[in-house]
């Protein structure tokens, strides 16, 4: 379930955000991202739990959620900066970047 978060989230940034028009496309997009894309927040701490165990996991799971706001950060900065005509293409890259992360086989969540 975690990874089809990626997965779901990604081809819908491709399919609805790009030809997002209006804003009832801009509702719509938000309420199937924020049904899909909020799995990835609530599935982390299982993650960890698998990964590292039960001992410390307030900690683990703060950390990697720590480790994610470079990219939070620096994404801001990159999306301003691209011209307004690379919208769709910027788009596009990122949601088959993110689908592509949920479609590869993790072998690592299956470890016991």
Do not use: H
């Given at each position: ?41 609530s ?48 788009d ?7 689908g ?13």
């Open positions: 379930m975690f990874f089809c978060s990626f997965f779901i989230g990604g081809i819908l940034q491709m399919v609805f955000w790009t030809v997002a028009q209006s804003y009832a496309a801009i509702i719509a997009f938000s309420a199937l991202n924020g049904l899909i894309g909020s799995w990835f927040l599935l982390l701490p299982v993650v960890c739990t698998k990964m590292f165990g039960v001992e410390g996991l307030a900690t683990i799971t703060g950390f990697i959620i720590l480790a994610n706001a470079p990219g939070q950060f620096v994404g801001l900065v990159i999306g301003a900066t691209i011209p307004f005509v690379f919208w769709k293409q910027l596009c890259n990122s949601g088959s970047t993110q592509r992360e949920g479609s590869v086989d993790n072998d690592w969540t299956k470890r016991n």
